[in-house]
């Protein structure tokens, strides 16, 4: 499984990027509202870090029409922006056009295994499950990145699931061990992942007996 960070703040991707583990960005417009800049300004500041790897970038049309004039513009930027679209049935005549184009797609909001096998139909790149959503009304985000693997597999799909709305360590290991492609974790919980109790009680030991031994 690679790892993504869900961020549209620069400081967090240049961290992320330094630790040599990074495989892409997601963004959503709450994202990048959150940071107070020019939406293709900051893409630009993106990918200029993350040169190589998938960069989501989010369409705000709801017509399929809006969403395509909206992607090609934002595709524009550079040549590793995927386009993020939400699973409606507009959406998905938008992945169909971009997949035409040789654009990337990303089709975010998907929390049905129909969603996804839906959105890989109309020839997304990624699909995007949101585990932390479902979790919060009740359900298991984790099964449904079990199914969706499930079903890809059975069918010889080629769409990369990224497991989304990612809230601790155990979705992301969870994910990885259900089948999920991708994760994509916000800046807190790619730190939260390096921490072990252990990994620190062993360096604090370490030290002191190498300083009890040269003192
Ligand atoms: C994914 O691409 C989304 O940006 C993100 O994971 C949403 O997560 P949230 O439920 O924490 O907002």
């Not at 017509?63 to 992607?71: H, K, N, S, T, Y």
């Not at 929390?111 to 979790?135: C, E, K």
Request: charged share 25%; glycine share 6%; no cysteine.
């Amino acid at each position: 499984m690679k790892f993504f960070i869900d961020t549209a703040n620069i400081d967090e991707i240049r961290e992320a990027h330094d630790l040599g583990i990074l495989s892409g960005v997601t963004t959503n417009p709450s994202l990048v509202a959150k940071e107070g800049v020019d939406f293709h300004e900051r893409l630009r500041e993106i990918t200029s870090i993350v040169k190589e790897g998938s960069v989501s970038a989010e369409v705000i049309s709801l017509e399929a029409e809006g969403m395509i004039e909206e992607g090609k513009e934002l595709a524009a930027i550079a040549p590793n922006i995927t386009v993020k679209v939400p699973m409606t049935l507009q959406g998905l005549k938008a992945v169909r056009t971009f997949a035409d184009l040789n654009i990337k797609t990303n089709v975010t909001l998907v929390f049905s295994v129909n969603q996804a096998l839906l959105a890989a139909r109309a020839g997304a790149t990624y699909v995007s499950p949101f585990l932390g959503r479902l979790d919060d009304i009740g359900h298991d985000g984790l099964n449904l990145i079990s199914d969706i693997a499930e079903v890809f597999a059975i069918h010889d799909i080629k769409t990369e699931i990224i497991a989304a709305s990612i809230r601790h360590s155990q979705h992301v290991s969870e994910s990885a061990m259900r089948g999920a492609d991708i994760a994509t974790i916000p800046y807190k919980v790619i730190s939260q992942l390096v921490a072990h109790p252990l990994t620190d009680a062993g360096i604090d030991k370490f030290l002191k007996d190498w300083e009890k031994a040269n003192a």
